[in-house]
């Protein structure tokens, strides 16, 4: 019986199969030839209903042979039916091309197209770039683990990121390049740094949820300011689609550091912003009234949950010809880190650093931050568009570090658990914020041939640092149990306040005038630009001490909280006479000649760049410096060169060759000294600019839909390269300062592959970069003198690597994207070589951070309705950073801690925890 069931089962599968097939294909854009990711499939007769993958196809299985008719619709696109005859075999092959329905007005496309925002719109604009670029999308930014643009930044190609003290991404390396090499945009306008030392812009300032794409510029063409030596940022905001949408998030979650350790705070509630001295004058005698005891009134406790929400409105007014888009960010966040840092000085004659002491220090910080975006576009006709757009970020930081330090001198006895300490606790709160207004116009003359644009720019950037207070007490270590005892002698408690603001005031100007040459095209373009910068910079510092009759006051014992202190000014007027307080200006004045050439597959770019420099700076209080006003007066010539050559309609080689500048920041040529808490720091007033010339060259082939295999190569001859180092004073040669300065010519090449692949629900993007450089910079030795026998220093010349870069970096993404369930995953990693974090004074001690992977994950699920419920994970691995001198001193093996590993020692480390969020989505339309 059991037999005839097989044979029956048997029999009516080959009937069954007999008379059904499966249908196989793809869809594409009829314009581009892309295949089109999401799209919906629909067989009729029964009804089934399927999307399109990954890679642009669809599948049905089982299908009955006959007549059948399929239709596939998309948004934006105009929606296709097709009928045909379903045979035995061979029903793998079918194509749909899909035509674009986007909204015209007098026969012009809307710009503002969402599909501008998708993985496939951001291959086209790469395929279609004059400069060698990359560009992340908003939808690959919606999904990725990232919340800031720091974050989405280490996913492209050559990229590397350094770390704010929470683990969070803060500045980008690109090519190696350290941070002060590139420049940042939004919308294609530079905007100022809030920095209070260099003209980088921090990164983790800007939410990744505003923006419509991130687009990186790896080479410059003459209409781009040229002070891009490793490559340019270009932060697209969200555009005002054809139609009313709505795209609001919500999430919540939590850091993992802090199941293990209270979160430490302080009442920044009353924290005056500005000092005694601005309040009531240069005269004013201040007391300790004078200063809110807020920022001594530490609390542990667990932190809240983080917060980070979103919301973003579109829409088109008046016959779609006034588009309006309003969007929002504020993301509350409760991070920090667990630092061990020792302290080393390099002693005698000895070739390696000794450890001196041990500093353990906790961080933990609330950050706050808000960005808000408004743009607004009116279309005249086809041939005028005016169009408004603003921007606002905002970024709070409370933070509160606690530390204890170890010194290891005759107390300390490992064994025993003894040792002298010293209780640091430092309360910082930063606020730094940027604000850009651009007024922008596109018009065409004369049938299209003759174009204009122009904007006209007010941005402004602030970092304010008011009332940073740090308190030091002694202590002691005795059978390991540590206790506070009596403030330090020397200023143990500090209040200081930090201001600076940059407003920049600018104008663009960009002219193009096509020539038709039999089937060529000849554009001939001019402009230029014109910035006018102007920075103050605030410093004011007060030291406290305890009186006469207070110094010999134990904590636990006199007093049981720092804000029962009773201290006295030291300085009761201020210590305002320091380089950190100056005014500065920066005009520039630039125009460009440019032209581009098109023939059947070749289009050659071409022009040259010249750009003018006024840079100054004005001492408020000047201390003695040789040059208290100084300026620097310079012109450049910038040509570039591009060329690309389409070997197929999929397939191109993309060629370029620019030059390009760095100038010196503000700070950086400010005279004088500033004492940081690790160094002192002086500005250097001869510094030069550099000046770079960059070749690359890259194969690119677009093969599908969102799908790309890049392969390129780029070298870098750097003059004049900054990079800073510790040297000594020509007077005083024990006094060590930390200072810019221009090294000879540094070299820096490499080669980049880049991959992204799709195979239906499956994707893989990869990305390998090697870097290798070369920079010479003297460092100091030190010998026995033969003949008197005393020891001498001696400056020698080392080779290195250019500062922050590694000569390995690689990014690798798993995706699953399932469009019929609503299924989106990513598992990204990110792999970042060694690379030089400190540049020592002495030869071979240089700082270096290790390698690391960082790992993070995110998933989300669609329902009806417009609803998603997502999550993010970010170091999932608890990646530390680390830092190591490449040699070890036999000192070092007294101390009783795990600090030599294959020849190296280590000097520091911090910890991050794993943070998780879960939230939800809405989106309509």
């Known amino acids: 019986m059991n037999k005839l069931l097989q044979i029956l089962f048997f029999v009516l599968f080959c009937v069954g199969t007999a008379h059904a097939t499966k249908i196989k294909g793809h869809v594409y854009d009829k314009q581009t030839g892309e295949a089109i990711v999401g799209a919906t499939v629909v067989m009729e007769n029964p009804r089934r209903v399927t999307n399109t993958g990954l890679d642009g196809t669809f599948e049905f299985k089982a299908v009955a042979t006959g007549s059948a008719s399929i239709s596939v619709s998309y948004i934006t696109y105009k929606t296709i039916t097709k009928t045909f005859t379903v045979e035995k075999e061979d029903n793998e092959h079918l194509k749909f091309y899909m035509e674009s329905d986007s909204k015209r007005l007098d026969d012009i496309t809307i710009k503002s197209n969402p599909v501008s925002s998708t993985d496939q719109g951001a291959r086209r604009l790469e395929k279609n770039a004059t400069q060698v670029m990359n560009i992340v999308s908003g939808k690959a930014i919606e999904i990725s683990p990232d919340l800031t643009v720091a974050n989405v930044m280490q996913r492209v190609s050559g990229v590397s990121i350094e770390r704010n003290s929470n683990g969070d991404g803060q500045y980008a390396i690109l090519r190696g390049m350290d941070k002060r090499y590139n420049y940042t945009l939004v ?25 419509d794409r991130l687009e990186v510029y790896k080479t410059l063409t003459p209409n781009l300011e040229g002070d891009a030596i490793g490559g340019g940022i270009n932060m697209v905001m969200k555009n005002a689609p054809g139609k009313f949408q709505v795209n609001a998030n919500l999430s919540t979650g939590y850091n993992q550091l802090f199941f293990d350790r209270k979160f430490a705070s302080y009442n920044a509630s009353d924290i005056q912003h500005k000092s005694p001295y601005e309040r009531n004058g240069k005269s004013y005698s201040a007391t300790q009234n004078d200063f809110t005891k807020g920022t001594l009134d530490y609390q542990y406790k667990n932190p809240a949950p983080n917060l980070i929400g979103s919301l973003s409105l579109s829409q088109r007014f008046l016959d779609n010809k006034l588009g309006v888009v309003l969007a929002g960010s504020y993301q509350n966040t409760y991070r920090g880190s667990n630092s061990t840092f020792y302290n080393n000085a390099v002693t005698g004659t000895d ?26 576009d009116y279309v005249f006709n086809k041939n005028h568009q005016l169009t408004l757009y603003n921007v606002y970020v905002n970024l709070k930081n409370q933070q509160l570090r606690d530390a204890v330090t170890t010194t290891y001198n005759s107390v300390y006895n490992p064994t025993a658990g003894n040792a002298e300490l010293v209780y640091n606790t430092r309360s910082r709160l930063t606020e730094q914020q940027i604000y850009n207004s651009t007024l922008h116009g596109d018009h065409q003359f ?23 207070t ?13 206790s506070r005892t009596t403030l330090v002698n020397t200023s143990p408690v500090n209040h200081r306040w930090e201001r600076n603001t940059d407003e920049d005031l600018a104008g663009y100007l960009d002219l193009t005038y096509r020539f038709a040459i039999g089937n060529n095209k000849l554009d001939v373009m001019a402009g230029g630009l014109y910035r006018n910068k102007q920075r103050s910079s605030f410093f004011n510092n007060y030291t406290f001490s305890p009186g006469a009759a207070d110094a010999g006051r134990v904590y636990g014992v006199d007093f049981q909280k720092y804000t029962d202190l009773n201290l006295i000014v030291t300085n009761p007027t201020g210590a305002v006479a320091n380089p950190l307080t100056y005014d500065a200006s920066e005009k520039i004045s630039a125009g460009y000649g440019m032209f581009k050439y098109s ?53 191109q080689l993309h060629a370029s060759y620019y030059k390009a500048l760095n100038r010196p920041g503000f700070y950086e040529i400010v005279p004088g000294k500033v004492v940081n808490e690790e160094f002192q720091e002086r500005g250097n007033p001869n510094l030069k600019r550099a000046l770079a010339d960059n070749y690359d060259l890259r194969y690119e082939l677009f093969p599908g ?31 060590i300062y930390y200072t810019p300065g221009n090294f000879g010519t540094a070299h820096n090449y490499g080669a980049e592959v880049d991959y992204i692949k799709y195979f239906s629900k499956i994707g893989v993007k990869a990305n390998y970069t090697y870097t290798h450089s070369r920079i010479t910079t003297p460092k100091t030795t030190r010998t026995i003198n033969a003949i008197t026998g005393d020891i001498q220093a001696l400056s020698v010349d080392q080779e290195r690597p250019l500062f922050g870069q590694s000569e390995h970096i690689g990014n690798l993404s798993l995706l699953f994207k399932d469009t019929k369930k609503g299924w989106d995953a990513q598992l990204a990693g990110a792999y970042t070589g060694p690379r030089i974090n400190t540049v020592s004074q002495f030869l071979n001690n240089d700082l270096w951070q290790e390698g690391f992977i960082q790992m993070d994950a995110s998933a989300e699920k669609r329902f009806k309705g417009g609803i998603s419920v997502f999550i993010k994970a970010n170091n999932i691995l608890n990646t530390p950073t680390k830092l190591f001198i490449k040699g070890t001193n036999p000192e070092n093996d007294k101390i009783n801690e795990d600090l030599v590993k294959d ?16 939230g939800f989505r809405y989106k309509f339309n």
Request: charged share 20%.
């Open 446 to 468: 004369f049938n299209d041939k003759f174009k204009v644009q122009w904007s006209a720019v007010y941005s402004s950037a602030k970092n304010d640092v008011p009332d940073n």
């Open 187 to 211: 919308n294609g306008v530079k905007i100022p740094s809030p920095d209070n030392k260099y003209r980088y812009v921090p990164l983790d300032l800007f939410p990744a949820d505003l923006l």
């Open 599 to 651: 023939v059947s597959k070749l289009e050659v770019v071409g022009g040259a760049r010249i750009e003018h420099t006024n840079q100054g700076y004005n001492l408020l209080f000047p201390a003695g410096e040789i040059f208290p006003k100084g300026s620097e007066v310079y012109t450049d010539v910038l040509p570039s060169l591009t060329a690309k050559y389409f070997l197929t309609e999929k397939a």
């Open 470 to 482: 740090s308190i030091s007490l002694n202590g002691l270590q005795q059978h390991f149990q540590s």
């Open 903 to 918: 020849g190296h020692t280590l000097i520091r480390s911090d910890y991050y925890g794993q943070s998780y969020l879960l």
């Open 705 to 735: 839909a969102s799908e790309q295999l890049m392969v390129g190569a780029f070298y870098k001859k750097i003059k004049d390269p900054i990079e800073y180092t510790f040297q000594a004073d020509a007077t005083r040669g024990q006094d």
């Open 351 to 376: 070739a390696y650093a000794v450890i001196t002491s041990k500093s353990y220090r906790e961080f933990s910080e609330q950050q706050q931050r808000t960005g808000l975006h408004g743009k607004v």
